[in-house]
């Protein structure tokens, strides 16, 4: 008003007249005033009222005292006035500057961190939510199953859902049993049996961010702000009624509580907890969406501050370090059935499970009988269609051992020798021998059991992912030991370890040994990262202080982990660790910058250069320069969007920082 209206003079000489016992342009100051003070400000007393009411203080109790104290001396003075005559200066304008500044800060924030929440949202597209829908003939026999979109899903459709699979709606079972985690509806961390006619549920699971240390600093740092302020008032009202000061440094009809005041209100508005407080999350925020464009899912800042520590990467094999491609190199049949009734029977038996060794025996199957080269997705319906395969029934996956169901009444067994023990099955010698050559060879041995008798065995080979032997020599010059941990033998065990470069191999390890063995290196405080990609891992994925879970896995183990390497690329391991240390180098940054704002811009707000150098910074001033020191801590974060992955051809000069 006093800048803009004096050079507009039928406005200039409205604002001059008087009504009542104030001039028109104070009415007016205070009625604009007000309506920013409680109607534009409204927020900053409710959020300060929120946190009083549960025993905390933040940024919010700082700018409603601030502009509080401001606002009501400037009424008081205006009141005065009126009844004495003696008219003390205002300071409206700090009030509304004070509120315009914040919010502008709050709004440049909000800009800033819209920018990384695209990428979140295209790697979400990435990997929508799928069903199996089971397409029925007039009489009710299954004849298709086709892969749809979850949101497509109708009341009454079939769907097939299997071992390690999301269930995508809830319904009810109508044929099979198994094991259903719920924990994410119910709470009850132990997998429920569902049967025929019992309930699912379909839902997802989300984890949340913490900030410890950032909340701790606001603990103490408002109370400590305001008491600082409460000196500032007390130390130049004081000095002022002394005398310690010249009279001319009072402002125009001001008096020393004025003085005083001016300077109280300028430390309680200065003071910056909002820039500790977004160090940690806005910088979480910007490696999310980083994250987000390098193919790495990341569900928390408390796993992303984890990872920087990480001492163990804890492997497992098929599908993590090792294609997930497996093929069958062999089949031997050791009774007289015939090789393609063998193959027929195998396949039969292994066509409901996930697991990668059971898509390669069925594909194997496939092309032996209709030299078929087609994708497992398109080869299965087409199983189905052409009804080549068996009748299974009581079909039941076996974790770490391998599977088991009925075909004709009889039952049928295909896995590991540990299956074979515990069913009876006994293993001659011929036998035996042969698995050790495939063993020998890094290639794994199954073995096929019929009506209690063991009539052949498969041997399988899946091939290393070209990236594993350097991401593991990469991880190791980062301070990094890997180790290796798998339900197969130790033969097979060793040799693809040797092949890696991996010391620490742990081998016929079962799922819950899996976590067991994560919990053996936590002992001695060490933090442990878990990569996995199957149902059989989601314990121990649980289980870490970081599950990493590879993005072409089931939906059970990505829900049971931290991060989700999209790619299905083991360099997003190193990504993962790579960039959790320069996100949280940059949170110590704005730390120390946020820190040394403070330290530096109280004392300054408080007046102590005043007297020396006649640097005063008037309230509106220093939330001008709140508003910019959070901006700054914002802006700080925005620079780890220029982040990039390490390339494999660099990745091996990455030291230990």
Known sequence: MKVVCP???????????????????????????????????????????????????????????????????SVCALLYGALTGFWSPTYFETSAMLITFVLLGKYLECLAKGKTSDAIKKLVE????????????????SVEEREIDSLLVQPGDTLKVLPGSKVPADGIVTWGSSYVNESMVTGESIPVLKEVNASVIGAQMSKAPIQKFADYVASIFVPTVVSLALLTLLGWYIAGSIGAYPEEWLPEHGNHFVFALMFSISVVVIACPCALGLATPTAVMVATGVGANNGVLIKGGDALERAQMVKYVVFDKTGTLTQGKATVTTAKVFTGMQRGEFLTLVASAEASSEHPLAKAI????????????????????????????????????????????????????????????ESGIDISTEVENFVIELEQSAETGILVAYDDILIGVLGVADPLKREASVVIEGLQKMGV??????????????????????????????PAGKADIVRSFQKDGSIVAMVGDGINDSPALAAADIGMAIGAGTDVAIEAADFVLMRNNLEDVITAIHLSRKTFSRIRLNYVFAMAYNVVAIPVAAGVLYPSLGIKLPPWVSGACMALSSVSVVCSSLLLKRYRRPRLTTVLEIIVE
């Open 362 to 421: 069925l594909a194997y199957a496939r092309h032996f009988h209709f030299f078929d080269d087609s994708s497992d997705t398109t080869g299965t319906q087409n199983d189905i269609k052409s009804g080549w395969l068996s009748d299974v029934s009581d079909f039941s996956a076996l974790p770490g051992r391998g599977v088991q169901c009925f075909i004709d009444g009889k039952r049928t067994l295909v896995g590991n020798r540990k299956l074979m023990a």
């Open 126 to 141: 990435l990997a929508p939510a799928t069903a199996l829908l089971v397409v029925k003939d007039k009489g009710g026999k």
């Open 7 to 73: 050079h507009i003079p039928l406005m200039y000489s409205l604002l001059l007249r008087r009504c009542g016992p104030f001039l028109m342009g104070d009415w007016l100051k205070w009625a604009l005033v007000s309506l920013i003070q409680f109607v534009v400000g409204k927020r900053f007393y409710i959020a300060a009222g929120r946190a009083l009411r549960n025993g905390s203080t933040n940024m919010d109790v700082l700018i409603a005292v601030g502009t509080t104290a401001s606002y009501v001396y």
């Open 481 to 510: 030991i890997p180790v290796m941990v798998t339900g197969d033998n130790w033969r097979t065990a060793h040799a693809v370890a040797k092949e890696v470069g991996i010391q620490d191999v742990r081998a016929e390890v079962m």
